[in-house]
């Protein structure tokens, strides 16, 4: 390595130059509205604060919360800065280096907190997550070291979603609530073959191509995936045998459309369920608000519907149904100039709070905080269901993080993805490449 | 006669070739004049149940398909003359003066090439926020796009095939190194100058990484960027019909422009009189 | 060859030397005014990422210097070997195929034929339209069960025809097809106005003396088309082996990791947002993958300038013989790296396709010797 030092030495230099101050800058970026050091009012002292969001025009919870909060801080003005929702992560990622990130950071995939926690670019808020409510569910999915990073203003969950004609005019009876995996299977089967027999084309049910459909279900399930000592992180997947037979089984017979005409058809779920291609659908509960408007809109078919809980795989938890679903949540920018740290920190308060919750409510969005009045509210728009299951599925249930929160996360989540192609595509038998999968994540293989 | 039939012959082939090759096109038109939900099923349906004639009037007003399509030919045409103007300029400084250094220097510019953009975009991002040229306007994705390799590259072949004679003689005529470029090799390099021109513009109008991420302002969107605020997250609602109406609406000024531009490709030195 | 040597003979030294400052200058004018962007825009992040390479750098925090550490751990890593043979195995075949058609394309489409402009145009075509509604339309074609193709292949007595996009098998020759079908009338473009500086006066006089087609285009086509051949193969190798867009919107690397190439397996590392392959965004670690895919292409760059100068014999060579024998050495022994370890029938498929394709330069190399002396 003689020739290394000098060579290091010349790269440092090119770096001072292209990347100096990267680590500290941006500082400057955020011009100061404020009387700069006083850092306590919040009553009366102007404030603005930028905060990211995304596709605004048809996703109206930023704007929400804005308008909710001017309410109660009227000093505090919340200017939106729009992104492109599939590659967010990566234009946040590119405006943190710049130091043009904004002072309020929406996390739109809680996966991504270890990252940017670990690179400095979020602000430890341990002290806001201290004082919530004990009812906001989802705030642990931020916790990186055992800091908080970050304060969940939504907590979906994956239900259920059938079509009531659909299962009327095959003549089968509509979910009880008391569902397990395999009830779910044969229903599907004999929806498929009751269907085709009064002369509708839809199937018994759609899986979508997503890992997370059937993985979630098998992580939150079975998979102790918050546990550092359970099979999801150190990897053993045999736990996910049974959910893949069970889908290869559907596809196979017919029951659900097949992977691989999903992927080469590049069908969505929107119209698969819309258009009434399928009787039944696992989906998150972000789903609600835009079949409700698509229905609206005329985009969608108009059919009554309803909302069931989430299979479970034997009948000791259907009291409390285990499913799974991803917070979305803020953080603060660890930049953001410290005069207005503190309006940040009481935006993010108010986010999680019941008032909060209720103003999302109000636009189909599952919040955080549930409670009878929040269910109430979501359940008084237009177009929703009425049933007492569908209500009971919104509001009770245990739901578990997607993933938890960890450095080797997005690699083991990478691992499993190519495996979930693999297996339903039919490349690969499920057994063999769940082993294969398995063994890379023990032998940290990426 | 049997050179008819294999000219008949010919014909059938190249339009059954042609029509390969449209196919993806004619989806595009089919799917544009779908509703949202029906662009994607299965089994696949190539011609809508009922044509949403109406979607060409939306993309209009209910999305700035002026401002974008304004956008994207501002800067198409803007990155092809800056292109073609310094990167010929440079050609002709690498194959026409002999200095120290020179062919390493060339290799310096062709081996970039081979690195991957998404290594080095970030680091690039830095240095041009730090330089201040991030959010201002088109620019950074006119200097991002200019000063490529390929034009410099593409021009050096060319430059080589017109004969040293032609240069030597007007320098004997008294012009000067500038002049031979301005005067001898920019009239003989018709097709040259068209392809890199045209696959220039094509390759600013299609960008969509670029703009992506250093074209923020929705004032400053380009089709490709505004095209995609059709789509939504995998939780909302896409507009996957206007979303193809946009892409018809934005391969169409460039398939004008190639169909009366390509009779450039055939003229040039082979009908400038040139005695090689 | 240097233009601006006056023709006298007698030169003294000094003279020599004012002579090289001035065309250091001149030539320098010359670039300068590209150069100065380049530099500024491309080479200096460049360099930075070549020396991040050598860190643990994550994009947000300080990178530190961790020597070899990232290189190990890719020699270690499956999915990057299994990358770098993919990669191959993408490239090779859509090299010789994407060139081949263009350039058959492109002496198709120079003749006189009724209606050319919209053949031409037709051949381009693909090339202009959005790459979302060729991946989505390649993929209905190729679907299993209701594309076209397989219902053709069914059709023609075709008993289990393959899987194609969702077949761990058969994904990566589906890719092929579609990276030909997209790329040969960019690079017939190029090839045109190649032709086109073919003075037609050979072609006459080789009518005259009854040269047949294939006489003519060995003779007089080829050798004409030298430069653009080389600027073709240069610009479509290093394409071809950091094929990214095509793989992300046809498969995302799938089915299982059977399509993963290096550009993909970079992207992942780092600002990858796709669902099947989130950005774990080690860009220090993916920085090394750069560097690693950076010699893959370079060797074949320099390959082909050692060949393009060969060939060219009005100008000295300057490249050693040994240099030459120990790229050609080089790229064999990456070649059967990734050929050794890849899927099935990999060893002697790509030893067999290097043998083709050195053993067509070379022919290419005597063709012109032959015709020069």
Redesign the interface.
Request: with cysteine; hydrophobic share 35%.
């Given at each position: 390595m003689k020739l290394g030092k000098p060579l290091?030495a010349l790269?440092?230099g090119?770096?001072a130059?292209?990347?100096a101050g990267?680590?500290s800058g941006g500082t400057t970026s955020t011009p100061t509205t404020t009387a700069a050091g006083t850092q306590t009012a919040t009553a009366s002292a102007p404030v603005t604060l930028t905060m990211s969001g995304?596709?605004l025009?048809?996703?109206p919870e930023f704007q929400t919360l804005v308008d909710a909060y001017k309410k109660v801080a009227p000093n505090v003005t919340i200017t939106l800065?729009?992104y492109?929702?599939?590659?967010?992560?990566?234009?946040m990622?590119?405006d943190?280096?710049?130091?043009?990130a904004p002072d309020i950071i929406t996390i739109?995939?809680a996966?991504?907190t270890w990252?940017?926690a670990?690179?400095?670019?979020l602000m430890d808020v341990s002290d806001v997550v201290a004082g919530l409510s004990k009812d906001v569910t989802g705030a642990a999915s931020y916790a990186v070291n055992g800091k908080n990073y970050g304060v969940p203003y939504r907590q979906d969950s994956w239900l259920l979603f059938y079509n009531k004609d659909l299962f009327d005019a095959a003549g089968v009876a509509v979910p009880d609530g008391k569902w397990t995996w395999d009830t779910y299977a044969s229903t599907a089967k004999d929806l498929t073959t009751k269907l085709a027999a009064a002369g509708k084309t839809a199937l018994g049910t759609y899986e979508h191509s997503?890992?997370s459909t059937l993985q979630g279900f098998a992580n939150a399930q079975k998979g102790d995936n918050t546990n550092p000592a359970g099979p999801y992180m150190t990897g053993n997947y045999t736990y996910m045998q049974p959910y893949y037979d069970r889908a290869l089984d559907l596809q196979n017979s017919g029951a659900q459309?097949?992977?691989?005409?999903i992927?080469?058809?590049?069908?969505?779920y929107?119209?698969q369920f819309?258009?009434q291609?399928t009787a039944m659908m696992l989906m998150?509960s972000?789903?609600i608000a835009?079949l409700v408007?698509?229905q609206t809109s005329g985009?969608?078919d108009k059919f009554t519907w309803g909302m069931a809980p989430a299979p479970q795989v034997d009948s000791s938890t259907v009291s409390t149904p285990v499913t799974f679903g991803d917070p979305t949540g803020m953080g603060i920018n660890a930049k953001i100039d410290p005069s207005k740290l503190q309006a940040a920190k009481d935006f993010l308060a108010f986010v999680a709070s019941e008032d909060a919750a209720k103003a999302l409510a109000g636009i189909g969005i599952t919040p955080s905080t549930s409670s009878d009045a929040v269910t109430a509210a979501v359940f008084a728009t237009a177009g929703m269901p009425s049933d007492a299951l569908s209500k009971t599925a919104y509001q009770v249930h245990k739901t578990m993080p997607e993933n938890p929160s960890g450095a080797d996360v997005?690699?083991i989540?990478?691992v499993l993805?190519?495996?979930?192609?693999?297996i339903m595509?039919?490349?690969?038998d499920a057994t063999s490449?769940l082993a294969t999968a398995s063994q890379?994540v023990k032998d940290k293989?990426? | 006669m049997s050179h008819r039939v294999g000219k008949a012959i010919l014909y059938v082939l190249l339009v059954v070739f042609s029509a390969f090759l449209l196919v993806p096109f004619f989806w595009m038109i089919m799917s544009s004049l779908k509703?949202?939900?029906?662009?994607?099923?299965?089994p696949?349906r190539w011609i809508p149940k009922v044509f949403q004639w109406h979607n060409y009037v939306d993309v209009w007003t209910k999305a700035d398909m002026g401002t974008w399509l304004k956008n994207t030919l501002l800067l198409s045409t803007i990155v092809t003359i800056l292109q073609v103007l310094t990167g010929s300029f440079a050609a002709y400084g690498f194959s026409r003066v002999r200095f120290p250094g020179r062919d390493a220097l060339f290799l310096a510019y062709v081996a970039t090439i081979a690195v991957p953009w998404q290594a080095y975009?970030?680091?690039q991002?830095?240095?041009?926020?730090?330089l201040g040229l991030?959010?201002k306007w088109l620019w950074p994705i006119i200097i991002l796009q200019t000063f490529g390799a390929f034009g410099v590259f593409l021009m050096k072949q060319f430059f080589e095939t017109i004969p040293e004679e032609l240069s030597e003689s007007a320098r004997l005529d008294g012009l000067s190194e500038y002049g031979i470029w301005r005067r001898i090799m920019l009239p003989l390099s018709g097709p040259a100058l068209a392809s890199l021109a045209l696959l220039t513009f094509v390759n600013t109008w299609n960008d969509y990484m670029g703009p992506?991420?250093y074209l923020?302002d929705?004032a400053n969107f380009t089709i490709q960027?505004g095209l995609?605020?059709f789509?939504?997250?995998?939780?909302?609602?896409?507009l996957?019909a206007l979303l193809f109406t946009g892409s018809v609406l934005s391969v169409l000024p460039i398939a004008v422009i190639f169909l009366f531009g390509q009779r450039f490709f055939i003229e040039g030195i082979a009908t400038s009189g040139l005695k090689g | 060859m240097s233009t601006t040597t006056p023709a006298p003979v007698r030169q003294t030294a000094h003279r020599a030397h004012k002579l090289r400052r001035r065309n250091t200058a001149l030539g320098w004018s010359f670039i300068a005014p590209n150069f100065i962007g380049f530099a500024v825009i491309t080479l200096?992040?460049i360099?930075?990422m070549?020396?991040m390479a050598?860190t643990d750098w994550?994009?947000?925090?300080?990178?530190h210097?961790t020597g070899l550490a990232n290189f190990q751990r890719l020699a270690?890593?499956?999915?990057f070997r299994a990358a770098v043979a993919q990669t191959f195995y993408y490239a090779i075949p859509h090299i010789i195929l994407t060139g081949v058609i263009a350039l058959a394309l492109a002496i198709l489409l120079n003749q006189k034929i009724r209606g050319v402009a919209f053949f031409r145009a037709a051949a381009f075509f693909p090339y202009i339209t959005s790459i979302v509604a060729i991946a989505?339309v390649w993929?209905?074609l190729?679907?299993?069960?209701?594309?076209p193709v397989n219902q053709f292949l069914t059709w023609i007595g075709v008993a289990h025809p393959p899987?194609?996009?969702?077949?761990?098998?058969w994904a990566m020759p589906a890719l092929i097809i579609v990276g030909t079908w997209r790329e040969m009338g960019y690079y017939m473009i190029l090839f045109l106005a190649g032709l086109q500086t073919i003075p037609r006066e050979l072609y006459e006089a080789a009518k005259v003396d009854g040269a047949s087609g294939w006489r003519r285009f060995l003779h007089i086509t080829w050798p004409g088309l030298r430069p653009t051949t080389f600027f073709v193969t240069v610009m479509l190798a290093i394409q071809s082996f950091k094929v990214f867009d095509l793989i992300q919107v046809m498969t995302?690397?799938?089915?299982?990791?059977?399509t993963y190439v290096i550009s993909f397996f970079i992207f992942?590392k780092s600002?990858?947002?796709s669902?099947?392959?989130?950005?774990?965004?080690e860009f220090g670690y993916a920085s090394a993958a750069s560097l690693i895919l950076f010699f893959i292409c370079l060797t074949f760059t320099i390959l082909q300038f050692i060949v393009n100068q060969q060939s060219d014999l009005r100008k000295p060579r300057w490249t050693p013989v040994p240099l030459a024998l120990g790229l050609v050495a080089f790229a064999l022994a990456v070649a059967s790296f990734a050929s050794g370890y890849s899927l099935g029938l990999g060893y002697l498929g790509y030893l067999a396709l290097f043998v083709v394709c050195f053993g067509f330069l070379m022919i290419h190399v005597r063709i012109l010797r032959r015709r020069q002396q």
């Open positions: 290091a790269m440092a090119a770096l130059f292209g990347l990267c680590g995304w596709s025009k048809t996703t800065k729009e492109d929702p599939n590659t967010y992560e990566q234009l990622l590119t943190m280096t710049g130091g043009q739109k995939q996966k991504y990252q940017w670990t690179g400095n670019a997503w890992q459309v097949a992977y691989g005409d992927s080469t058809n590049k069908l969505t929107q119209a819309g258009k291609s998150g972000w789903y835009t408007s698509q985009d969608a997005m690699n989540s990478t993805g190519a495996a979930h192609t693999a595509s039919g490349s690969a490449e890379k293989d990426w | 509703q949202n939900l029906d662009v994607f099923s299965v696949i975009m970030i680091p991002f830095i240095l041009m926020t730090r991030t959010g992506l991420i923020r929705r960027v995609k605020t789509q939504a997250d995998p939780q909302g609602s896409s996957d | 200096v992040p360099i930075l070549f020396y050598f994550n994009a947000l925090g300080t990178p210097w270690r890593n499956s999915t989505i993929n209905l190729f679907s299993p069960k209701y594309g899987g194609w996009t969702v077949s761990s098998t995302e690397g799938g089915p299982g990791t059977s992942q600002i990858g947002v669902s099947n392959a989130p950005g774990t965004g």
